[in-house]
């Protein structure tokens, strides 16, 4: 089976990006691999950072799996990003939202069993 191993997420501000993720999620990031242009997120399995470009990405789109989706969607606004309403689904509930660039990814609150 084939599993996602590695991705990278277009940003136009390195440091906005590293800012607002970790005041969302609490990550750090590995100092060795990133650069001016790129920003690894450390410990992160699987591994992924953020690559310097001239437009916030729109693909790929990405779920992070989290505890409590409604508080996550307060902070995201709280830090300048927007959120949409979740929806509920068999597998959970899921929403939209984007960083304080516009960067659109999704939060994930899996339902009991998964």
Same mark, same amino acid.
């Given at each position: 089976?084939?599993?996602?191993?590695?991705?990278?997420?277009?940003?136009?501000?390195?440091?906005?990006?590293?800012?607002?993720?970790?005041?969302?999620?609490?990550?750090?990031?590995?100092?060795?691999?990133?650069?001016?242009?790129?920003?690894?997120?450390?410990?992160?399995?699987?591994?992924?950072?953020?690559?310097?470009? *001239?437009?916030?990405?729109?693909?790929?789109?990405?779920?992070?799996?989290? *505890?409590?989706?409604?508080?996550?969607? *307060?902070?995201?606004? *709280?830090?300048?990003?927007?959120?949409?309403?979740?929806?509920?689904?068999?597998?959970?509930?899921?929403?939209?939202?984007?960083?304080?660039?516009?960067?659109?990814?999704?939060?994930?609150?899996?339902?009991?069993?998964?």
């Amino acid at each position: 089976m084939v599993q996602l191993g590695y991705f990278t997420v277009d940003t136009p501000d390195i440091a906005r990006a590293r800012a607002f993720f970790s005041a969302l999620f609490g990550w750090t990031f590995d100092e060795d691999a990133s650069g001016p242009t790129y920003a690894h997120v450390a410990d992160s399995d699987p591994p992924f950072g953020f690559t310097r470009s *001239e437009r916030a990405s729109q693909l790929p789109h990405l779920y992070f799996r989290v *505890e409590d989706i409604d508080a996550l969607c *307060e902070r995201v606004v *709280e830090l300048g990003g927007k959120a949409a309403i979740p929806s509920d689904s068999a597998t959970g509930r899921s929403v939209v939202v984007c960083d304080d660039q516009g960067c659109s990814f999704s939060l994930w609150q899996p339902a009991a069993g998964f």
